[in-house]
């Protein structure tokens, strides 16, 4: 949801699921591939189980240097167009990179 100015508004209440599984590919370097699923939802009431945005994915993670991943990959929404309330979303696949270890 948005407000007027395109601005948007956020939410009162929220879900986020994610799940992946790594394999070893090389030990040196140190390269892992994975395959991944996420999902959210976000509301504007109390939480409930609405219609949700879901994403699956694959990519490499490189130990570039000791304990510094770098990592990459393409995701692909599950629900590429979706219809909420007046608003639509389009929703298109996504390249992602990082360097450094996540929390």
């Known amino acids: 949801p948005k407000y007027g100015n395109n601005e948007p508004r956020g939410g009162v209440s ?37 219609r949700y945005a879901a994403t699956a994915g694959f990519g490499a993670r490189i130990e570039i240097m000791r304990n510094v991943p770098m990592t990459f990959g393409m995701g692909y929404p599950i629900h590429p167009s979706q219809q909420l309330g007046d608003l639509k979303i389009n929703n298109a696949k996504r390249f992602f990179f990082s360097v450094g270890a996540g929390f």
């Open 14 to 50: 929220s879900l986020l699921l994610s799940e992946e599984l790594q394999h070893n590919i090389l030990e040196n370097p140190r390269i892992d591939g994975f395959v991944f699923m996420d999902a959210g939802y976000v509301s504007l009431s109390e939480f409930t189980i609405g």
